[in-house]
C-alpha cells in the first residue's frame, strides 16, 4: 500500500473507532490512530490465522478499526476514562 493508502486508510479507522468509543479525536489524532490500530489488528488478526492486510479494501478497513478500537479502549483504562 501507498503512504497515502495508509493515509486515508487510517483516517476512516480512526474516524470509526473514535465514533464507535464515543472518544473526540482530531484529525490527525484520527490517521494515527488508524494506522497504529492497522498494526496492531494486523498483529492480532495474523496470530490469530487471518490475512495479513496487503491492500486498501474492506478487509484491511476493519482490521484497522478493530485495532484502533482496542487502542482507544486500553488508553481509555489507563487514562480511567468511561465508555458510552
Same mark, same amino acid.
Given at each position: 500500500m501507498s503512504i497515502l493508502s495508509w493515509i486515508v486508510l487510517g483516517l476512516v479507522a480512526g474516524w470509526l473507532a473514535s465514533f464507535a468509543t464515543g472518544h473526540e479525536e482530531g484529525c490527525l489524532t484520527d490517521?494515527?490512530? #488508524?494506522?497504529? #490500530?492497522?498494526m496492531i489488528g494486523g498483529a492480532i488478526f495474523t496470530w490469530f490465522g487471518g490475512a495479513p492486510v496487503r491492500h486498501f479494501n474492506l478487509h484491511a478497513l476493519v482490521v484497522a478499526t478493530v485495532g484502533a478500537v482496542i487502542l482507544l479502549v486500553i488508553r481509555g483504562i489507563v487514562a480511567g476514562r468511561r465508555f458510552r
Open positions: 490517521v494515527l490512530l #488508524g494506522i497504529v #490500530g492497522a
